[in-house]
């Protein structure tokens, strides 16, 4: 996808309200304009080359990527105070969550107000800008996705992610047999989507306080998570976005992210899940060493791959590829 039809993507993405997911969906799939093969470009690691070895990608969460600004919330600090001051100062809105607290759990009214202004709005305030800080990195270790690019003759990938033209790139064909999984004896599906690049930032500040009143929830007593989680807003989409907008200065990447399909809070994730699928070839990079080489080729035969290529100069200047 070029970078126009990306924009259309993203518009798209931005666009949904989210009441009905499933028509959402279909709306945004009708804007993705699928690569017939994407590539993941890896250094040579243990951990890469056993993945090689059992055909296994394993997702990772937004902190562990390179980009310390990849899904790195934008918050309108002024937004965030304003609602903070309406909040604080509406005394109906107060005497509202109050009344719920009452015929919930049988609460007198008063205490709970007068607790809400015994702390001055300077404090609130302060509370509320440490938690989102917090929050930012919340949202990061939350997101998990395995990344690819749509070229595998992208001259910068190699460098960034395949040590300089030491490692060696994986290609993965597109289809439903990439895309679908089995959880519990129930089919999903995996959803592949285009990064979009931009100068701006995506306004996650609402997003970060849903976030915000689930970390409060977590370490509340059961009467305030009850009401949180009551009151809470769903906000469907906002997840995507946040993964999936860089700026402009990796628009050269032209990258694919593969977001897993459940959004889990950090401290649940005991180990990274993954996903099981067989590359359709191997191409080895043009300062691979041979010691490595023939390693890679040996794992690659072991699972399977038939196709191995190493990478060349052509005539004209370019990356070529030549079966091996």
């Known amino acids: 996808m070029n970078n126009k039809d990306r924009k259309v993507f993203w518009n798209t993405l931005c666009s949904l309200e989210g009441s009905d997911t499933a028509k959402d969906a279909q709306l945004l799939h009708n804007t ?11 250094a040579v690691t243990i951990n890469s080359l056993e993945g090689l070895r059992t055909n296994n990608m394993y997702f990772s969460t937004a902190d562990y990527y390179d980009d310390p600004f990849d899904s790195y919330i934008y918050i309108d600090w002024n937004l965030v105070e304003k609602q903070i001051h309406n909040g604080y100062y509406d005394s109906s809105a ?33 509370y509320t800008k440490t938690i989102l800080v917090i929050v930012r990195k919340e949202i990061q270790k939350r997101h998990l996705s395995i990344c690819f690019a749509e070229q595998w003759d992208n001259e910068v990938l190699w460098i960034k992610y395949a040590s300089e033209h030491k490692g060696f790139a994986l290609e993965y064909e597109i289809n439903d047999d990439f895309l679908m999984f089995n959880e519990n004896g129930i089919q999903h599906k995996y959803y592949l989507y285009p990064i979009y690049y931009s100068n701006q930032k995506y306004n996650a500040s609402e997003y970060a306080l849903k976030i915000a009143y689930e970390l409060i929830a977590l370490y509340s007593n059961p009467i305030i998570q009850n009401y949180i989680y009551n009151n809470i807003p769903k906000l469907n ?61 040996s794992l690659a035969k072991e699972a399977g791959i038939s196709k191995i290529y190493q990478l060349n100069i052509k005539e004209n200047g370019k990356l070529g590829r030549i079966l091996i």
Not at 32 to 42: E, H, M, Q, T, V
Request: proline share 7%.
């Open 237 to 297: 989409w906002h997840y995507e976005r946040i993964g999936l907008i860089k700026h402009k200065c990796h628009e050269h990447d032209k990258e694919w992210r593969l977001l897993y399909p459940f959004i889990i809070p950090s401290y649940e994730i005991i180990q990274r899940p993954k996903i099981e699928r067989k590359p359709t070839s191997v191409i080895l990079g043009l300062r691979i060493g041979d010691s490595e080489k023939n390693l890679i080729i």
């Open 94 to 126: 107060i005497q509202n969550m109050a009344v719920w607290f009452q015929d919930k759990f049988n609460i007198s009214t008063e205490p709970i107000v007068n607790y809400i202004h015994s702390i001055s709005y300077g404090q609130w305030v302060e």
């Open 32 to 42: 993705i304009k699928y690569p017939p093969k994407i590539y993941r470009f890896r």
